[in-house]
RNA sequence: GCUGCCGUAGCUCAGUGGUAGAGCACUCCCUUGGUAAGGGAGAGGUCGUGAGUUCAAUCCUCACCGGCAGCACCA
């Protein structure tokens, strides 16, 4: 006798094992009908696992959060099916379920082409309606090995080799398809339903490593239903409509051209926006206890052998060719010219910490591939800062620094920010002792403020460990933005110093922060996380004067002149055009505010005022309307 | 950088082995109209660049440049 105890707290007893299937089958026929798969002491199973003693177990049905990914991983079984069974010398490799879907990698000759993406989803389809069992089957590894390899799946065979020897290891079979997997699955393929769809083709590297062979990767969705599905594929399109580089283009911000690939052209709205954003820092900054400073943007090749770029970072550099045959570098970084500032003149520990901000726009040869928008570029400005403290002071700086990363994201309305840290890279300068105190420095700080993080091994700078601030685009792609690095090993190099209290010199720690990271990527992020739909003290037009009639000219311009003696970016609209016709216009080019006036404005010296995304009006005297909007156009605190 | 796809008017896109088309935008004319497109006319492209095949290339082939998706990279 054994005691199964389900999750509402009854308990049924047994005297012969029972499986997952006639469990549920006991219980009700209705949840014989709807389950997928159990959960055995907390342990997801297939439903035909056979349970002999006792145990806390659940029914996993397609209401079940964890049911949407065994569907998936399903779905990619089923798409390697369909694969084989159109393209039969096509070797599989490994097809995991991830976020919102699926994708599974293959191996073949000749590449798959978009048109094929119909014949395989179409025949995933027949397999769903064939309804094939999917069963479980426990394989000794060697003879997986011989079974792989006879079939001619060499990267299934190298899989299971690098699964330790005399492990047994389970196959799963659907149909004729068989596949190594660790599971578990769904009861048959009948299970999957049919609310997915394939959605791209793309390669990708065996094992993530680009000195390998590349694979032919197809992506899918899946859902649990059709309605689902149908609402992700419009959230999708919702997402492309917020895409930074379409509303770039069509809120006239900005473009790229074939002569610089990945430097931006700035337009004179996209400017007035990327310049509102460096007067904010720069305020913010003040009264941080920043100073300013401005550094060459080429400079002797030789101060880059002393950082060690020329070594670690040489590939990503871009170098001038000048008459006098010497090199210079255009700056990959601003923290080699950050350090000559400081350590000109001698400087004293009453100086520390000493916080030096830098708008400085650096220059990477960034591969070709990786190039997106404003989010990656070969071109940009940070909003860069190097902090010289003592050691003492270290801790306490990286938490100012934390502290103000989070509350500007939050004048932003960036609630979430994920934050990554990142520890020694292999390629590195210093020695293990140092990495050990910067990396306690940066955890210690985030721990006393009651950051959660997450941690990238190995991701950290040349020079130094790494915090990074994370923010997410409209796609769902994430961007590091802000940045926090402890460094004791440029300093090291540049031989920096300050005279302390004993009158000898020392070695300060310096940090290096960027809040917004690289304007032009926050550009880009504040682009999709506002749909161009810019908070008044952000919005590069912030006003249109627009008249009704050729009457209300002269007097349109008069609002306009007060408005700008506010301190307000506006235009008028006096085209020979009909209300109707310059609402749209204007609303379509997320102008935020609208002043209408026709001739009883004129008349009563009052404005209509229509905000954007509204379709109301209000009538305020001309003075109490540019007072409101001056008020409204300050940025935040 | 790698794999695949793509490159036609300012923008979004159609199209053909015999030197090109739509909508929007633009210019001009009519219209002075109260809150999301009033009407008419006109102008605008060496079809990404270079080579090749062909009597003939925007269309076919190759290379290069650039873009898109993913992978790898992201100090």
Known sequence: MFAITLPDGSVRSYDKPVSGRELAADIGPGLARSALAVRIDGTLRDLATVIDRDAQVSILTPRDAEALELLRHDAAHVMAEAVKELYPETQVTIGPAIE????????RPTPFQPEDLERIEARMREIVDRDEEIVCETWDRDEAIAFFLAQGEKYKAEIIESIPAGQNITLYRQGGFIDLCRGPHLPSTGRLGKAFKLMKLAGAYWRGDSRNEMLQRIYGTAWTDEKQLKAYLQQLEEAEKRDHRRLG???????????????????????????????????????????????PEVMDRQLWVTSGHWDTFREHMYFTQTEDERVYAIKPMNCPGGIQVFKHGIKSYRDLPLRMAEFGKVHRYEPSGALHGLMRVRAFTQDDAHI?????????ECQKVVGLIMDIYRDFGFEDVRIKFSDRPAKRIGSDEVWDRLEGALKSALEHMGYEYGYNPGEGAFYGPKLEFVLRDAIGRDWQCGTLQVDMNLTERFDVTYVAEDGQRHRPVMLHRALFGSLERFTGILIEHYAGRFPLWLAPLQAVVATITSDADAYALEVLAALKAAGLDCEADLRNEKINYKVREHSVAKVPVMLVVGRREAEERTVA???????????????????TLAGEAASPA
């Not at 919102?100 to 191996?107: E, I, Q, R, S």
């Not at 010289?388 to 306490?396: H, W, Y």
């Not at 005022?609 to 007072?627: D, K």
Request: glycine share 8%.
């Open 100 to 107: 919102n879907g699926f994708y599974y990698d293959f191996a």
């Open 249 to 295: 283009k069509e809120m006239d911000l900005f473009h790229f051209q074939e002569e610089a690939p990945g430097a931006v052209f700035w337009h004179p709205k996209g400017w007035t926006l990327f310049q509102r954003l460096i007067a904010y820092m720069r305020r913010r900054q003040h009264e941080a206890g920043y100073v300013e400073i401005s550094t």
């Open 388 to 396: 010289f403290c003592t050691l003492d002071q270290m801790q306490e």
């Open 609 to 627: 005022l229509r905000r954007l995304g509204g379709n109301t009006q209000e009538i305020l005297a001309l003075e109490e309307a540019v007072a």
